[in-house]
């Protein structure tokens, strides 16, 4: 059975970085599209960025791009979300994903789902 755990969110101040990661088990990170997305209450989950095997295809969402790197580790079958220039307005639940379809505007590409992990940015 698929399992995601994130991990390395926190609370930390505007302009600030965090580093999350997201440890899979029971599959090869290099046979599936892997994607981080995020969550607020009261709205949709919205993707972040996703990537396939071997970085040869990588997206990211426009909210985020150039301050946001997603890279995998196929050894340790790991996925990060480097987060640097943290806003307010990226704090959420975020949730890494795995499946086989690497889009970022629904959530329906994605049958493998973590637990979450919260980052708060304060101004």
Known sequence: QVQLVESGGGSVQAGGSLR???AASGYSYSNYCM???RQV???????VAAIL???IFIKY??????????SQDNA???LYLQMNSLKPEDTAMYYCAAGHYCVLDSMNG???WGQG???TVSS
């Open 35 to 37: 994607g981080w997305f």
């Open 20 to 22: 999350l990661s997201c």
């Open 53 to 55: 095997p071997h970085g």
């Open 61 to 70: 969402a426009d909210s985020v791009k150039g301050r946001f790197t997603i």
């Open 76 to 78: 340790k079958n790991t």
């Open 41 to 47: 209450p009261g709205k949709e989950r919205e993707g």
């Open 110 to 112: 994605y049958n493998s």
């Open 117 to 119: 992990t919260q980052v």
